[in-house]
Each structure stands twice: as C-alpha cells, then as structure tokens.
C-alpha cells in the first residue's frame, strides 16, 4: 500500500504562486505515475497534471503555462508550482499515484483558494 501526504495549498491572490507537495511512503516501488488532480465545488474531479516515472508530464488545457509539476523519486514526492493562479482554479488537489496495476491512491485534499 502506498500513503500520501499534501502540503501547501492556502489562500492567495489572482496572479499569485503556490507550491503544492506529495509524499509518498509505503510500497513506493509500486507507483508508475504521479499527478495532481481537483475538485471544484459542483463539478467533477478533474486531472491538472501528472508526471511518469520517466518524467513525461500531462497538462489539462486549462494549467499549461502556468503550472509544472516535477517529481523526485529519491523523496518518493511529486510537487505541483501553481503560478499566475486564477479565481477559477478554486479548489480542493488532490494527489493521486497510479500503480503498474493501475491501482490509484489518493492523498486527503488540500484547499487552494485564489481570491479575486
């Protein structure tokens, strides 16, 4: 089993920056992808970013140019830079790690607020 652990979200301005953090622990050889995923309230979960073991990234539409996610895997932790944030990127991340089997793990939600 693999446990994660977030760190980072809060309460910024439009235009502002903040740094997501992941930590993974458990059976971390087992995990193939890292991401970052949100919630909105009313609205589905949706994928923001996500990192391979290799290191090829997956950006929605809506965070490319803005956001990066990077990954260590000596710390077993994936990390999410959220610059020029927006009222609407508004939400609860959450982290997530997919196995070789394609099982996913999810972290327990960071708030990220961007007030107008």
């Known amino acids: 089993q693999v446990q994660l652990v977030e760190s980072g979200g809060g309460l910024v301005q439009a235009g502002g920056s903040l740094r997501l953090s992941c930590a993974a622990s458990?059976?971390?050889?087992?995990?193939?992808?890292m991401g970052w995923y949100r919630q909105a309230p009313g609205k589905q979960r949706e994928l923001v970013a996500s990192?391979?073991?290799?290191?090829?990234?997956t950006y929605a539409d809506s965070v490319k140019d803005r956001f990066t996610a990077s990954r260590s895997n000596a710390k077993d932790t994936v990390y999410l830079q959220m610059n020029s944030l927006k009222p609407e990127d508004t939400a609860v991340y959450y982290c997530?790690?997919?196995?070789?089997?394609?099982?996913?793990?999810w972290g327990q939600g960071t708030q990220v607020t961007v007030s107008s």
């Open positions: 997530n790690t997919r196995s070789w089997i394609l099982h996913d793990t």
């Open positions: 458990g059976n971390t050889l087992s995990i193939k992808t």
């Open positions: 990192i391979s073991s290799g290191g090829i990234t």
